[in-house]
C-alpha cells in the first residue's frame, strides 16, 4: 500500500506562484509519480508526471512552461512548482503514483491516489 498526502495548496492572485508537496510511505520509492487537477464539475485532469528517477517529465500541454515537477527520493516526496497561475489553474490538486512504469496521461491507469489539496487562483 501506498499513502500519499499532499500539502501546499491555497489562495494566490493571478500571476503568481505555489510549491505543492506529495508525501509518500508505505513502501519503496520507486514509482512514476504525477500530479492531476480537478475543477469544479469537470473531469480529473492530467497535469505532470515523473519517472522514478527523476530522469523523465512530462506536462500536460496546459501547464507546460510554468509548471514543474520534480522529486526527491531521499525524502519519499514529490513537488509541483506552479507559477504563472492564472485563474483556470483553480482546482483541487491530486498526487498520484503508477505501479507499472506507463507513461500514461489516463487517471484510470494510475494506482494510488492522496486526498488532493486545493489550489484557488484569483483574477
Known amino acids: 500500500q501506498v499513502q500519499l498526502v499532499e500539502s501546499g495548496g491555497g489562495l494566490v492572485q493571478a500571476g503568481g506562484s505555489l510549491r505543492l508537496s506529495c508525501a509518500a510511505s508505505?513502501?519503496?520509492?520507486?514509482?512514476?509519480m504525477g500530479w492531476f487537477r480537478q475543477a469544479p464539475r469537470k473531469e480529473r485532469e492530467f497535469v505532470a508526471a515523473i519517472s522514478w528517477n527523476g530522469g523523465s517529465t512530462y506536462y500536460a500541454d496546459s501547464v507546460k512552461g510554468r509548471f514543474t515537477i520534480s522529486r526527491d527520493n531521499a525524502k519519499n516526496t514529490v513537488f509541483l512548482q506552479m507559477g504563472s497561475l492564472k485563474p483556470e489553474d483553480t482546482a483541487a490538486y491530486y498526487c498520484a503514483a503508477e505501479t507499472s512504469g506507463l507513461r500514461t496521461t489516463n487517471s484510470r491507469d494510475w494506482d494510488y491516489w492522496g486526498q488532493g489539496t486545493r489550489v484557488t487562483v484569483s483574477s
Open positions: 508505505g513502501r519503496t520509492f520507486t514509482d512514476t
